[in-house]
Each structure stands twice: as structure tokens, then as C-alpha cells.
């Protein structure tokens, strides 16, 4: 089995519903959800938008390798309602759901990077997976997840 951190976001309809629906979704076609981290709210990254975000980050444990992960993750969006990702940029969505860390692999795949390469640079990423991982260590920098939280709160917790 191998341990893989998703980050997960929804900025469109009902989005507690829509993060509830996305990690049911993973647990019946990726794997085990071992951990979930609190939902928080933040604001749009990337791109102008009136509609604030709900994010999460949990872990599960899967049989699949990345790419196969991936394709299960895609496939759970386009279920859950999601358009194809903007050629423009980043959009308002029903939900995202990215692959964050994948036990200790560094992958530089065209279709997959492990891991992510905005993981400490997105508060709304960062402070969920260190809610539920603070020790896990960054498999490129070394450094522990709970180092990349700043004391600049961005998010709020529900």
C-alpha cells in the first residue's frame, strides 16, 4: 500500500457537499481514507472570483500507482460535475482534486509532478496537510511539513 497525501478544493454549489461527495468518491474507487484534515475556507488563487473556497487535504492508502491515481482522480471530477480545466488559467470549480505527496517519490512526469510544485506555497494546502501531517518530512527539501506554516492566518477553519 502506499500513503498519498490529496489535497482537495470546491469553490462552486454546495461545496461541504461537494468535498463530502469527492472523499466518498475516493474511498470507493482509490483506496482507504486514513486521515482527514478540518475544511477551511479561502480565497481564490490565481484568478479573480466573487466565490471563496472550502479545501481539505487527506490521506489515504492505495493499490494504485501515481498515474493510474490520477486518472481515478479525473475521472472522480468529471463525476462530481467538473468542466475540463481551463486552457486560460485557473477557474471557479466544482471541485480539484490534486495528488500532493506520494510516499517519499520525486516524480517529474508531463502529466504529473510529485511532489505538487505549489504544496508550500498555498496556505490553503500547507496548513490542512500539516493539520494532519505535521511531522511528515518534504521528500525534495527535508524539511518537516509543519516548518512551511507561517503564523500569517489566511484560512478559516469550520
Same mark, same amino acid.
Given at each position: 500500500?502506499?500513503?498519498?497525501? &490529496?489535497?482537495?478544493?470546491?469553490? @462552486?454549489?454546495?461545496?461541504?457537499?461537494? +468535498?463530502?461527495?469527492?472523499?466518498?468518491?475516493?474511498?470507493?474507487?482509490?483506496?482507504?481514507?486514513?486521515?482527514? !484534515? !478540518?475544511?477551511?475556507?479561502?480565497? $481564490?488563487?490565481?484568478? *479573480? !472570483?466573487?466565490?471563496?473556497?472550502?479545501?481539505?487535504?487527506?490521506? &489515504?492508502? /492505495?493499490?494504485? !500507482?501515481?498515474?493510474? #491515481? +490520477?486518472?481515478?482522480? %479525473?475521472?472522480?471530477?468529471?463525476?462530481?460535475?467538473?468542466?475540463?480545466?481551463?486552457? %486560460?488559467?485557473? /477557474?471557479?470549480?466544482?471541485?480539484?482534486?490534486?495528488?500532493?505527496?506520494?510516499?517519499?517519490?520525486? #516524480?517529474?512526469?508531463?502529466?504529473?509532478?510529485? $511532489?505538487?510544485?505549489?504544496?508550500?506555497?498555498?496556505?490553503?494546502?500547507?496548513?490542512? +496537510?500539516?493539520?494532519?501531517?505535521?511531522? @511528515? +518530512?518534504?521528500?525534495? /527539501?527535508?524539511?518537516?511539513?509543519?516548518?512551511?506554516?507561517?503564523?500569517?492566518?489566511?484560512?478559516?477553519? *469550520?
Amino acid at each position: 500500500m502506499h500513503s498519498v497525501y &490529496i489535497g482537495l478544493g470546491t469553490n @462552486l454549489g454546495d461545496k461541504e457537499t461537494n +468535498l463530502k461527495n469527492a472523499i466518498q468518491q475516493l474511498r470507493l474507487q482509490a483506496g482507504i481514507v486514513v486521515r482527514q !484534515s !478540518s475544511f477551511c475556507i479561502s480565497k $481564490p488563487c490565481g484568478f *479573480q !472570483s466573487e466565490n471563496m473556497f472550502l479545501n481539505a487535504v487527506i490521506l &489515504i492508502e /492505495t493499490q494504485l !500507482s501515481p498515474l493510474k #491515481l +490520477l486518472r481515478k482522480t %479525473q475521472k472522480i471530477e468529471n463525476l462530481l460535475g467538473r468542466n475540463s480545466p481551463s486552457m %486560460q488559467g485557473y /477557474t471557479d470549480r466544482v471541485i480539484d482534486i490534486d495528488i500532493l505527496l506520494y510516499d517519499e517519490l520525486i #516524480l517529474n512526469h508531463p502529466k504529473l509532478k510529485i $511532489p505538487h510544485p505549489h504544496i508550500t506555497e498555498r496556505d490553503f494546502v500547507i496548513r490542512p +496537510l500539516a493539520q494532519i501531517a505535521p511531522e @511528515l +518530512l518534504h521528500p525534495v /527539501t527535508g524539511k518537516y511539513i509543519r516548518d512551511y506554516v507561517t503564523t500569517e492566518q489566511h484560512l478559516f477553519i *469550520q
